[in-house]
């Protein structure tokens, strides 16, 4: 033992009254997965003022309507991967900074991350687990990314890919320069841009053949 | 410091749908209100914890600061309207490309597409040292570590500086002013209308904020006369990665080229100094002039006469000069 | 006969995985009554903690408890995962647990801490000035096992030019014992002096290397829970089994108490070659709150964590002859080696010796401890520091010897026959200048030279080489395979997937011997719960290597294994038979054999060394457990590689960059990048590619772009943010790509594939850094990153940006 | 209300940065309710003028107008009140919500301030009687009896004053204090911004950053002390009752009747005057000598005549020191004559 003092342990052994206590007071019980965020206890119910918002929300995710408890302060990187288990969507950074967590919101590709949930409730949201459709068949953007040998480690994958779906929307035709400029939001840090470059001008052909 | 904070803490959240709702919660929290446009400075704030919020009010539902019009005397932008539709409109294109330039160079597609206009001027320094909670002027502390001789300021302001040597992040705002944009705040006292060149507080002034807005204050429009509709432009943001690095030094120029002759310019460069400056000794070398590369150079450097630069931006005199010279240059030498 | 798998585009099994969003991740998994933990960090680069005021923290609803130093393994040298005495910012304290993240950040808040401030040092060179701090309370560098702590003297520094890094010589006595030490590593081969007195040119200069963070996307979470003594550990590691074996020494478990699961790791580049020490927080902190624990690593924790490139100071003098080559090389390099380690600074030497293969070397090395965040391995460690910095030198020496660029580099490349580094050390194979050659061509070498100092409006053309040289293999792991009665090959793989494809394209070695499709192969891999094989850590690019060769060994048992149930069944001896296409056939008469699910079904029938019950003893008490687990589910073949050979294994890059220096701004825009390289046969193309530029972009973000910097005086980091620390974009590498492979197989090895993730950052890096140094018409910079600040400053005349020694910028 | 502003330092240690502006807000508040609470009691409550046992002096040879300050005193000391004017106005308005560029014209204020006390030390040290301003026993006697009156007291004798009452001096010591540690903590200040002393550097002199906030908190101290002082100061200044006083630092001059009302000759002894009493100065400083060279203006305004600095000049020389206002303007204006001019008075915070 070092000769640090510590002051608070030996901590109290939490009991199984006192973890569920736990969970009550971070208003988690709703939600089978949901016991990521505490909510603002004080302000709750005492401030029903004009214009705030309700914490149960309906979100459409990947063409579903999904009831779901949302905290205010929570991200839709979090609501997507801890309340609705929606995991694809990494967290790289969660400060904008690397593309992991990239969705679609109303068509456009944004960073999950740094978006309320809240502020999306009324708009469509497409996540990774949303490209494939439902008898397996791989959305176009996937199936180029499969031809052409795909990611390394993949954790940027899902986010570039959504990009890529982003980018075959607006530009189906783009050359390689655009195609850069259209993912240059995304960071791959195995820096397997050569080959993501060319996924990206294969899931525009396989697009174009497919419309 | 090293104390990791990473969630957010938790915040009242209002989504008022109109602008005189947004400003009435905001009164009533005052300092301890928050303005959510894109959230792209806010979420870092709140996740850092330096910045906790009683209340944040979301501007999301608030239709009336969505959109672009085109009015009799020139193009209104929304204060919520984002980046890429900055970037994209077609009469802006057409007409002001200078602002779509600049709104195109800004950081990543994500970005563009949930950052909105007013954040990109309102957004708060990068100064690294005030980002990372450390007490500073700017933080109400009474140090500036960054202009230690000791200090890591390579991206820091070589003019203007007043204390706080930290730079204004903004690209659009240099466009904004080359376009003698004008900015319409709304408070619960009723509208003002500033230039834009006037919009960026000098930390002489005031040296915790980036802006003239006071809490219970939003910035509502932007306003571009039709004076320099069409006009000659040149936009150029030098930065060290391609996306999402803020600029070392971005310059913006609008002219009224006749006969060969500069008859009429605004110029303005940000990442130079703690606002957005508005270069008015270079516009007045340069009008009346024909553009040449002597002309370019003298206006460059008379640009940054009064420079001082810290340990490690030096560069940013030449590279101030510079991007003058090419402004210059830009307009057909 | 099916066509041989090694040499084709095969998708990797897991990419459907990843590209649906199904793949998880450490951090993508739960677990009933998980709690979550969130970490206290060292607010100082090095201090002592005093006292822990952990009462308030511990009152909240929803907290579990802290976990202290205390609490965690001991280690007197080495790196605990918490700690009362951090060495760096950013190093963890202590951890807490809580019901969710937001009320463990609430309840870190409240948990006081007082620290004693004690003294730091930054920079390498800093702690060995007369009476400057060391980064250790035990000093600042060791010699042997003994902590020491090294200084110069005032003398030495003053006899150094202005700018120049001091090359004090160590005191010897007659008899060669040390008196004065100068350097903690000394080795010279041939005569120093005699080479420089043979030379006709002496460039000499001192040299800067910035560290850079690794920032692998995925931060290196864990997730750990124990069930019956056992422990569950989901966790980002580059290894598996390697990872399980070094986390149950760590914790004192019986390997087989310890289950790992990291089916993905998010990358890696060196930074969780065996997982991490933080690791051991989650692992331990479950045991003791008796509840699943997820510690979510930060991109700020990462950064301080996760470890980083060690950076150096250096100074490096070479004799060149009239003819191109050198004579002389002297290296004399102060490393920066973090808080726990020594720095890369051994790797550059040896390198660089192998490299340009001096007639005469001499290398003094010093092993700096300094209070920065741990340094660990990063791809190509040492040697794509020394390759960036001396490339630009080689050049300078071409031009003022008048000669082409490239001869001088093939010139001094290294032969099969060479000998390098301080023990003579030898290659299994070398076809550098093959690589040299091949790259001239297919760059248009001639006709790109043509063009460089060509000022097209502001913007000077620079064209730049990279010889990049390392290591590329290893030796003696075990393959393990089961040929299931349905005919599927189930081929186990103790490796990490950290997205090299290595468990899928090693796997070809074993079904090319068996001669069949791969889509009859189903790897197993990512679970140690799954019964894998022992391997060689996913590092050192040893993977390709070692486990074609181990993947080989196992195919072969299983050939023989089925030849002989074949010959058993089947009449005549094994030798008569052969594999392919899923069966097991007489080559005299292939209508005569059988399926491979009908082998197994009488492999399971055989019992003994056919179905797993039997094993040869050289294999390694991993497998074997992992083999006796698997007996009796079909036809178990089991083989460790004892294929031999002698000398060390080395890939090489060679890369040549074409780049557009901005006079007036000092930006550089990278126009166009070949790179070609010799590793060997080339087992999967498309990933070859993906490796070789991959780590070339890595190189040019380390030479262009990428950031580690400090405040001085406080010791604290700023570009620990990726926005900050700059790693690039997909805007900033070129589009213009291409890359070949000399394509000769290396004769030691079966299948003749060697390694390639390591060299290919050297020479991304040397490729810009000489580029540049063109486009400056031939001045050499000689420190990392280029930014545009740097190069302007030079361009513009101007006060350097910063001092010539000046580290962490 | 917090009185102090902490922060953590870039290593999360909590140290001090500045005092609390809730501090300026008190200080904004004492001073008006001090005043307030005064200009109550003087309206309504004040007890008649006290007796003195003396009645009204009446010293032969008295001049019509007596002369308090010297010019290089009234100079000096509306110089000075024009930086603190600027200093306080430029610290405190920020803060309040009125802003402009006030950094570099609060340091140029604040050499300012230095140069005037600077030379204001030297000069009482060297030129006027500096024990004047000093509190004696009858000061403080006088003081007690002053309070006693003021609490309604009617009986009490009040003695008549020296030429610096005690409330007077008081001031001064109160403001001399804050003064000097604001001018001292000030000039330390500013080695943290850009001045004409070098560019900022928060490491120079190698003071740790908990010291500096000590620095900070006591320059703030003092300015919300002098804040304080000087909202009081003006109150007095401007109020009729002391107008006279006021005039005197404009003018110089006081009547005789103020003088005779409120002053002990012994205590003030005016020179040329026959003095009643031994005069109290120590020995060996400042015997009344003469010296009022550049008499002023007349006492009635409206002609600003300068005195001469020919006559009544001259060190030890006992001539009057005081003429008939207004003196002859036929002389060139000379406020600078004074060599060796030596007064009893300490030139004043009045």
């Not at chain 4, 000097?180 to 550097?201: C, E, Q, S, Y």
Request: glycine residues 10%; charged residues 20%; hydrophobic residues 40%.
């Amino acid at each position: 033992m070092s000769d640090v003092e510590i002051i608070g342990t030996p901590e109290r052994t939490v009991s199984r009254r006192k973890f569920i206590m736990g969970v009550i007071a971070a208003g988690a019980t709703t939600s089978s997965v949901g016991y990521l965020f505490k909510g603002p206890q004080p302000l709750l119910g005492a401030l029903a003022v004009q214009g705030s918002v309700e914490r149960l929300i309906t979100l459409n995710v990947n063409g579903q309507q999904r009831r779901v408890d949302v905290l205010n302060q929570e991200t839709l990187a979090f609501t997507l991967r801890y309340k609705l288990g929606l995991t694809g969507t990494k967290l790289g950074c969660d400060r904008a900074e690397c593309g992991a967590c990239t969705v679609l919101i109303d068509g456009v590709n944004s960073y999950s991350c740094s978006v309320l949930t809240h502020t999306v409730r009324g708009s469509e949201i497409v996540t990774i687990e949303g490209l494939e459709a439902p008898d397996g068949t791989l959305h176009p953007v996937q199936q180029a990314v499969l031809d052409e040998g795909g990611f390394q480690c993949a954790f940027c994958a899902p986010g570039f890919i959504m990009s890529m779906v982003a980018m075959v929307e607006a530009n189906p035709n783009p050359t390689r320069e655009e195609a850069a400029q259209a993912l240059s939001g995304n960071l791959c840090r195995c820096a397997d841009y050569d080959k993501i470059l060319t996924s990206a001008m294969r899931a525009a052909e396989l697009s174009r053949q497919q419309a | 410091m090293a104390v990791i904070r990473d969630m957010i803490p938790a915040f009242e959240l209002f989504q008022p749908t109109s602008a005189d709702d947004a400003i009435e919660l905001l009164i009533r929290y005052g300092e301890d209100g928050w303005v959510l446009g894109g959230g792209m400075d806010s979420f870092d704030w709140w996740k850092e914890r330096i910045k906790r919020p009683t209340a944040v009010v979301d501007l999301v539902n608030v239709d009336e600061l969505h959109g672009i019009r085109t009015t009799a005397d020139g193009i209104e932008i929304g204060a919520m309207t984002t980046l890429t539709e900055v970037a994209t409109h077609p009469e802006l294109l057409a007409n002001y490309s200078v602002l779509t330039d600049a709104a195109s160079q800004i950081a990543t597609p994500q970005i563009r597409n949930r950052g909105t206009i007013a954040g990109n001027l309102i957004q708060d320094t990068r100064c690294w040292y005030y980002r990372g909670g450390w007490p500073c002027y700017r933080a109400g502390g009474n140090t500036c570590y960054a202009s230690a001789p000791t200090a890591m300021n390579r991206e820091h302001a070589i003019l203007g500086t007043s204390r706080c040597v930290a730079v204004s992040p903004s690209d659009s705002a240099p466009a904004l002013i080359a376009l003698d944009a004008q900015f319409v705040i709304k408070g619960s006292r009723g509208e003002r209308v500033v230039d834009a060149e006037d919009f960026f507080m000098r930390p002489s002034v005031d040296i915790e904020r980036m802006t003239i807005l006071k809490p219970g204050e939003l910035l509502t429009t932007i306003r571009i006369p039709s004076t320099w509709a069409g006009a000659t432009f040149y936009y150029e943001k030098i930065e060290d990665r391609k996306a999402w690095d803020f600029a070392l030094m971005t310059v913006a120029s609008a002219m009224r080229i006749n006969g060969g002759v500069i008859e009429d310019l605004r110029m303005a460069v940000n990442g130079a100094a703690p606002f957005p400056i508005r270069l008015e000794d270079s516009e007045r070398v340069l009008r009346g002039q024909t553009p040449s590369e002597e002309i370019g150079l003298r206006a460059g450097e008379v640009a940054i006469r009064d420079a001082q630069p810290l340990r490690h931006n030096d560069f940013k005199l030449p590279l101030m000069r510079n991007l003058i010279r090419r402004a210059v240059r830009g307009a057909g030498v | 006969m099916a066509e041989k798998l090694i040499g084709q585009d095969i998708a990797p099994d897991d990419l459907h995985a990843k590209i649906t969003g199904r793949a998880k991740y450490a951090e993508d998994f739960k677990a009933d009554g998980m709690v979550f933990a969130k970490l206290l960090a060292s607010p100082m680069p090095h201090c002592r903690v005093l006292r822990i005021d952990a009462s308030a923290a511990l009152a909240m609803d929803g907290v579990f408890g802290i976990l202290t130093a205390d609490e965690v393994p001991q280690s007197e040298f080495g790196e605990q995962c918490l700690t009362n005495e951090p060495l760096y910012e950013g190093e963890a304290v202590l951890a807490l647990a809580a019901v969710d993240e937001t009320t463990a950040a609430d309840a870190i808040e409240l948990i006081k801490v007082d620290f004693e401030p004690l003294p730091f040092v930054l920079s390498p060179l800093d702690s060995l000035r007369p009476g400057s701090p060391n980064a250790r309370l035990q000093g600042n560098t060791t010699v042997g096992r003994d902590w020491v702590s090294l200084k110069w003297t005032e003398e030495d520094f003053a006899n150094a030019p202005e700018g120049s890094m001091p090359m004090p010589d160590t005191v010897l006595d007659a008899d060669g014992e040390v008196i004065v030490r100068k350097a903690t590593t000394e080795w010279m081969v041939g005569d120093i002096e005699a080479g420089f007195a043979a030379a006709d040119l002496i460039l000499d200069e001192t040299i800067v290397h910035q560290s850079v963070t690794h920032h692998p996307m995925e931060p290196r979470t864990t997730m750990a829970y124990w069930q019956n003594g056992r422990l569950f550990i989901h966790t980002s590691t580059q290894s598996l089994v390697r990872t399980r074996a070094a986390v149950a020494s760590q914790l004192d478990l019986d390997i087989e108490d310890v289950v790992m699961i990291g089916e993905y790791c998010g990358g890696g580049f060196g930074s969780k070659i065996a997982g991490s020490t933080i690791q051991l927080v989650p692992a331990l902190f479950s045991r003791k709150i008796n509840r699943p624990v997820m510690l979510r690593i930060t991109r700020a924790e990462e950064t301080y964590l996760g470890r980083a490139r060690p950076g150096m100071q250096a100074r490096v003098r070479i004799g060149f002859r009239a003819d191109g080559r050198i004579t002389a090389l002297d290296f004399y390099a102060v490393g920066d080696g973090g808080p726990y380690a020594g720095g890369d600074q051994n790797a550059s030497a040896s390198t660089a010796s192998l490299t340009y293969t001096p007639l005469n070397m001499r290398y003094r090395g010093v092993a700096m401890r300094t209070n920065t965040p741990p340094k660990a391995a990063q791809r190509g460690p040492g040697g794509a520091q020394i390759i960036g910095m001396l490339e630009p030198l080689m050049d300078k020496a071409a031009r003022e010897l008048g000669i082409d660029r490239l001869a001088l580099r093939r010139l001094n490349a290294p032969e099969a026959n060479v000998e390098y580094g301080p023990r003579g050390s030898t290659l299994t194979s070398v076809f550098v200048r093959e690589a040299i050659d091949q790259g001239r061509e297919l760059f248009g070498w001639e006709e790109r030279i043509s063009r460089s100092g060509q000022l097209n409006g502001t913007k000077r053309t620079g064209i730049g080489v990279g010889v990049s040289p390392y290591t590329a293999g290893s030796r003696g792991f075990d393959g393990l395979l089961v040929i299931r009665p349905d005919g599927i090959v189930q081929i186990h793989q103790g490796l990490g997937n950290l997205g090299t494809n290595s468990n899928f394209d090693t796997a070809r070695a074993a079904a090319d011997v068996l001669g069949i499709e791969w889509d009859q192969v189903e790897v197993v891999f990512g679970d140690t719960s799954r019964h894998l094989p022992w391997s060689a850590v996913q590092a050192g690019s040893q993977t390709t290597h070692a486990h074609t060769r181990a993947n080989h060994a196992a195919g072969l048992d299983a050939k023989q294994k089925l030849q002989e149930i074949a010959a058993r069944d089947l009449g005549g001896r094994p030798e008569d038979y052969d594999t392919s296409d899923g069966r097991v056939y007489r080559r005299s008469n292939p209508s005569q054999g059988m399926t491979l699910g009908r082998a197994a079904t009488r492999a399971i029938q055989l019992g003994g060394r056919y179905s797993g019950e039997e094993f040869d003893d050289n294999l390694n008490d991993m497998t074997k457990a992992s083999v006796t687990a698997l007996a009796g589910q079909g036809l178990v073949a089991a083989a460790r590689d004892t294929f031999g050979g002698s000398g060390g294994l080395q890939s090489w890059v060679v890369g040549f960059a074409e780049v557009e220096l901005d006079i007036e701004t000092g930006k550089v825009d990278v126009i166009h990048y070949t790179a070609v390289t010799d590793c060997g046969v080339v087992v999967h193309p498309r990933g070859l590619g993906g490796q070789i530029f991959g780590g070339s972009f890595q190189g040019m973000g380390m030479a262009m772009s990428q950031k580690w910097v400090f405040d001085p005086v406080w010791g604290v980091s700023f570009a620990k943010r990726l926005y900050t620390a700059r790693p690039p974009g997909i805007l900033d590498v070129p589009i213009d790509v291409q890359w070949a492979a000399v394509g000769i197989p290396d004769p030691q090895t079966p299948v003749g594939a060697k390694g390639i993730g390591e060299p290919c950052v050297g020479a991304g890096s040397a490729a810009l850094t000489s580029a540049i140094a063109d486009a400056l018409e031939g001045k050499c910079l000689c420190r990392t990153p280029l930014s545009p600040d740097v190069l302007l400053s030079e361009l513009e005349g101007r006060e350097p940006a910063y001092g010539p020694l000046d580290l962490h910028v | 209300m917090e009185l102090w502003r902490r922060a953590a330092n870039p290593w999360g240690q909590e140290v001090l940065i500045g005092i609390s502006w809730d501090l300026m807000w008190a200080a904004v508040f004492a001073g008006l309710a001090f005043t307030l609470a005064h200009a109550v009691w003087a309206k309504w409550l004040a007890p008649a003028a006290s007796t003195d046992a003396s009645g009204g002096s009446s010293v032969a040879g008295l001049p019509a107008q007596i002369l308090r300050h010297a010019l290089s005193e009234r100079v000096f000391h509306w110089v000075m009140s024009a930086a603190m004017l600027v200093l306080l106005v430029t610290a405190f308005a920020p803060v309040m919500g009125i802003q402009f560029p006030w950094v570099t014209i609060h340091w140029i204020a604040g050499l300012v301030l230095t140069a005037t006390i600077a030379y204001h030390i030297v000069h009482a040290t060297f030129w006027q009687d500096f024990w004047a301003m000093w509190v004696n026993g009858a000061d403080i006697k006088a003081g007690v009896a002053e309070l006693s009156h003021m609490l309604g007291r009617n009986g009490t004798e009040v003695p008549k004053a020296a030429k610096y009452p005690i409330d007077h001096k008081m001031f001064h010591h109160g403001a001399a204090v804050s003064g000097l540690v604001a001018i001292v903590t000030g000039i330390f200040m500013m080695l943290r911004i850009d001045t004409w002393l070098g560019a900022a550097n928060p490491y120079l002199l190698n003071i740790s950053d908990s010291s500096w906030g000590v620095v900070y908190v006591v320059h703030g101290i003092s300015g919300v002390a002098l804040f304080g002082l000087i909202i009081t100061h003006i109150y007095f200044a401007i109020r009729p009752d002391k107008w006279w006083i006021t005039k005197s630092m404009i003018y110089g001059f006081i009547g005789r009747d103020k003088y005779e009302e409120n002053f002990d000759p012994a205590r003030w002894v005016i020179p040329g005057a026959e003095p009643q009493q031994e005069e109290l100065v120590p020995a060996g400083v400042g015997s009344p000598v003469g010296g009022v060279d550049d008499a002023a203006a007349s006492a009635g305004g409206g002609d600003p005549a300068a005195g001469g600095g020919d006559g009544p000049a001259g060190g030890g020389d006992a001539t009057p020191v005081v003429e008939d206002a207004p003196a002859g303007g036929d002389d060139e204006e000379s406020g600078e004559s004074s060599s060796g001019e030596r007064t009893s008075e300490a030139g004043g915070l009045d």
